[in-house]
């Protein structure tokens, strides 16, 4: 088993845990990018990372290598921690194939019930508890609504952009947010990176298995 986690806490805390199931530890590291070089050199058969909101570069750095594992070592066992599972996240992650995902701040027992699944081959029935979003129906004007608002505008100065009004461009907000799973500004922000990512095409990434174009941009 490997770890990846830039948190230095979260790696002391979670290994006594893993040797509690005799999981035993082939190497671990703080950033994505360096998990590439030692899962290329040292192949493992389950990978934990932890995912941290308010780290969002660190975090879109960790969502492309998850999906480069995926392709390159599609028998990899992924299970992602995330400190704040907002349901935008959430969906990503599914989409990606990670079958394991763990909210930070859970009970014990539903940690050992996670790590038990994984080292049965199995899909996570614990993790089907977190909410996942519902962004592929977000509509253009909605969708343009939070496009500007990562862009820090008020939703004033959209509706002076757009021609709106106010009241359609905070109910367009509200609408959208409650779609993406976003309870408030701070999230969305915090996300911002990831978000705007995931509409963009990759211009030479081929997708394999369950993972389709849709991950990326919507049409």
């Known amino acids: ?14 290994w006594p845990l893993l040797n509690t199931h005799s999981l035993s530890r ?7 990018a360096e ?7 040292q192949p493992v058969d389950v990978l934990v990372m932890s995912l941290h909101v ?5 975090l879109l750095s960790a969502l492309r290598f998850i999906q480069q594992v995926r392709i390159s070592f599609p028998g990899v066992a992924l299970m992602a921690i995330l400190d704040d599972p907002i349901p935008y996240l959430v969906t990503r992650l599914r989409r990606l194939g990670v079958r394991h995902i763990v909210d930070l701040g ?3 027992v539903l940690w050992h019930t996670h790590l038990r699944q994984i080292l049965l081959g199995e899909d996570s029935r614990a993790g089907c ?4 979003c ?8 909605e969708r343009q609504v939070v496009e500007y608002l990562i862009q820090g505008m008020t939703p004033a100065e959209i509706a002076a952009l757009t021609r709106r009004s106010i009241k359609t461009i905070s109910t367009q907000k509200g609408i959208a947010m409650h779609k993406l799973g976003i309870r408030h500004y701070a999230q969305l922000i915090a996300i911002q990176r990831v978000f705007t990512d995931s509409w963009l095409p990759h ?8 993972l389709t174009p849709s991950l990326w941009y919507y049409c």
């Open 203 to 210: 211009d030479g990434v081929q997708m394999v298995g369950e």
């Open 134 to 141: 519902d962004e592929q129906t977000l509509s253009m004007g």
């Open 129 to 132: 508890t977190l909410p996942g």
């Open 35 to 41: 998990a590439q070089w030692y899962l290329d050199e």
């Open 106 to 108: 859970q009970p014990l």
């Open 26 to 32: 082939v190497w671990h590291c703080q950033k994505a």
């Open 1 to 14: 088993m490997a770890v990846v986690s830039p948190c230095r806490f979260f790696q002391a805390g979670i």
């Open 54 to 58: 308010g780290q969002p570069t660190d």
